[in-house]
């Protein structure tokens, strides 16, 4: 099993890498470049939609697991066309701007999917709500999080490759493995410094991706062993959700672009992309390494911990935005002092 899942990963990897040179190719002569702003955190005008290789990897991979398991080809069949939804919007949406509520009735569709896909496995009603919430929830939070170099792509690779050790075998740890893969062949062309950026049609497939390794992974669990599986995506959550409700609760645009989420603000103070990025990805990855140890722990344990880490991510969070004084933006998305 060991050198099938070696040449599996192998395999994805060299497509994804492939994949990602083509599309970088492509943005570059159709001119879909990313230009730095006032709402932008990076400083070079740079082409975006290089996640298409990730959706690649992922279409493949499922392909190849219908083919290996016929009895799951309904599963495989809706969550794939759920992905190529998500991620055929975003795509869309990298050529030509669409609006939030075009995007959003395509992810709930693609939500539907996922959730049908989970009642085709015989999944319970709360393992179907689940899977409907974590795609609208995940999709967002990557599109919001995917600001500098390589932030989104190796919070996702820790999720991936976490969840996958931890099923440990089926349809989770070839998909999650397979995830991992098409990360790993994206990743250099995307840190240090980002030579394409995921686009839309990369961050929203990579939310999706993991609310479906999520929603299968954490099936059937007991509430407490879920609560376990959110551990590695804490990270991102807590920065996502605390900054969206500052802006909301600040009476702001929160719907429009802008540069005041923990990360970027701490990218702006250190004047680079690199240590933020590895300072989440080391977060994400002390928050995996405390999923495994908690396996064998009591409830109360469980909770207890992962109510700490919430609330140290949640003072880090705190700390980073107060440093910098973040201000207030209007509903046009200027500062005031």
Same mark, same amino acid.
């Given at each position: 099993?060991?050198?099938?899942?070696?040449?599996?990963?192998?395999?994805?990897?060299?497509?994804?890498?492939?994949?990602?040179?083509?599309?970088?190719?492509?943005?570059l002569r159709r001119r879909l470049i990313d230009l730095p702003g006032e709402r932008r955190s990076h400083r070079a005008a *740079?082409?975006?939609?290089?996640?298409?290789?990730?959706?690649?990897?992922?279409?493949?991979?499922?392909?190849?697991?219908?083919?290996?398991?016929?009895?799951?080809?309904?599963?495989?069949?809706?969550?794939? *066309?759920?992905?190529? !939804?998500?991620?055929?919007?975003?795509?869309?949406?990298?050529?030509?701007? +669409? %609006?939030?509520?075009?995007?959003?009735?395509?992810?709930?569709?693609?939500?539907?999917?996922?959730?049908?896909?989970?009642?085709?496995?015989?999944?319970? @009603?709360?393992?179907?709500? $689940?899977?409907?919430?974590?795609?609208?929830? +995940?999709? =967002?939070?990557? =599109?919001?999080?995917?600001?500098?170099?390589?932030?989104?792509?190796? /919070?996702? +690779?820790?999720?991936? $490759?976490?969840?996958?050790?931890?099923?440990?075998?089926?349809?989770?740890?070839?998909?999650?493995?397979?995830?991992?893969?098409?990360?790993?062949?994206?990743?250099?062309? =995307?840190?240090?410094?980002?030579?394409?950026?995921?686009?839309?049609?990369?961050?929203?497939?990579?939310?999706?991706?993991?609310?479906?390794?999520?929603?299968?992974?954490?099936?059937?669990?007991?509430?407490?062993?879920?609560? !376990?599986?959110?551990?590695?995506?804490? @990270?991102?959550?807590?920065?996502? %959700?605390?900054?969206?409700?500052?802006?909301?609760?600040?009476?702001?645009?929160?719907?429009?672009?802008?540069?005041?989420?923990?990360? /970027?603000?701490?990218?702006? &103070?250190?004047?680079?992309? $690199?240590?933020?990025? !590895?300072?989440? *990805?080391?977060?994400?990855?002390?928050? %995996?390494?405390?999923?495994?140890?908690?396996?064998?722990?009591?409830?109360?344990?469980?909770?207890?911990?992962?109510?700490?880490?919430?609330?140290?991510?949640?003072?880090?969070?705190?700390?980073?935005?107060?440093?910098?004084?973040?201000?207030?933006?209007?509903?046009?998305? &200027?500062? =005031? @002092?």
């Open positions: 099993m060991a050198g099938l899942a070696l040449a599996w990963v192998l395999a994805g990897v060299a497509l994804g890498a492939g994949a990602t040179a083509a599309a970088r190719a492509y943005a *740079t082409p975006r939609g290089g996640g298409i290789s990730i959706v690649l990897v992922l279409l493949a991979a499922l392909f190849a697991l219908a083919l290996a398991a016929p009895d799951a080809w309904p599963a495989c069949l809706l969550a794939g *066309t759920g992905l190529a !939804l998500v991620a055929g919007i975003g795509w869309l949406d990298d050529h030509r701007p +669409l %609006s939030a509520l075009a995007r959003l009735a395509v992810h709930a569709v693609a939500a539907a999917l996922l959730a049908g896909a989970l009642w085709s496995r015989g999944g319970s @009603p709360l393992d179907i709500a $689940v899977a409907f919430a974590a795609v609208l929830v +995940l999709v =967002n939070v990557w =599109n919001f999080m995917d600001g500098i170099d390589g932030i989104a792509a190796a /919070q996702a +690779l820790v999720a991936a $490759v976490a969840w996958a050790l931890m099923a440990g075998q089926g349809a989770v740890w070839w998909a999650g493995l397979a995830l991992a893969a098409g990360i790993l062949g994206f990743l250099p062309y =995307n840190f240090p410094r980002a030579r394409i950026f995921l686009g839309d049609v990369g961050s929203g497939a990579l939310g999706y991706a993991l609310a479906s390794l999520f929603a299968f992974g954490a099936a059937g669990v007991h509430p407490d062993a879920r609560l !376990l599986w959110t551990l590695p995506l804490l @990270p991102f959550l807590v920065d996502a %959700s605390l900054t969206l409700a500052s802006r909301i609760l600040a009476g702001e645009a929160w719907w429009r672009p802008h540069v005041t989420h923990a990360y /970027q603000v701490w990218a702006r &103070k250190a004047g680079s992309h $690199v240590p933020v990025t !590895l300072a989440y *990805t080391a977060a994400a990855t002390i928050a %995996s390494m405390m999923m495994f140890v908690l396996r064998s722990g009591t409830s109360a344990i469980i909770i207890a911990v992962w109510l700490m880490f919430l609330s140290v991510s949640a003072l880090a969070w705190a700390m980073l935005r107060g440093a910098a004084g973040t201000g207030r933006t209007d509903r046009v998305g &200027k500062r =005031n @002092p």
